[in-house]
């Protein structure tokens, strides 16, 4: 009997994911693409994707991440509040509050994993790592200033906000 039970968790909660993938677009797009490259180093490949061929804060779109190296937990936060620092609109008292949706969301991550940054213009996101569960923070100005790192004027790797953003600068 546990077996059985034990297989129609499975089955129902792999179908829900299932589910759960196919809403998040309608007709996905890749609006550009790029890789994170530091010191010749390939950190990871990024693609924005989104309903729309153009990016909106007004849309829902998600940025995906294919890892090419092994990086651990707090040095992907390190790295994010390092970010975060660099976006005027940030305050070191937004760093210290948002420090625990760093702690919460963020996963290690070795070679191959895949992630999602997925954002809902209702002024939430969810990150997801391949095998583990999906964690949404409900915080417009952390959700906002966590995707600018990437898609912001003030990222440190404007090359790469380009190449996502689809512009061919």
Known sequence: MKKILLILVF??????????????????????EGTLKVFFLEIY???LIADSPTFSWQNKFKLDFIYTRDLKKESV????????????????????????YLEQSIKPVQEGT??????????HITFHYENSDPTTIEDKDFARAFLN??????????????QILGNLK
Request: charged residues 25%; aromatic residues 6%; negative net charge.
């Open 149 to 162: 790192i990437w898609l912001g004027e003030e990222t440190s790797q404007p090359k790469l906000r380009n």
């Open 114 to 123: 895949h992630a999602t940054v997925l954002w809902n213009p209702e002024g």
């Open 45 to 47: 490949d990024l693609s």
């Open 11 to 32: 089955i129902f909660t792999s179908s829900l994911a299932s589910d759960l993938q196919k809403e998040e677009f309608v007709s996905p797009t890749i609006i550009g």
């Open 77 to 100: 936060i390190e790295s994010s509040i390092k970010e975060l620092r660099r976006q005027s609109s940030v305050s070191e008292s937004n760093i210290e509050s948002w420090q625990g």
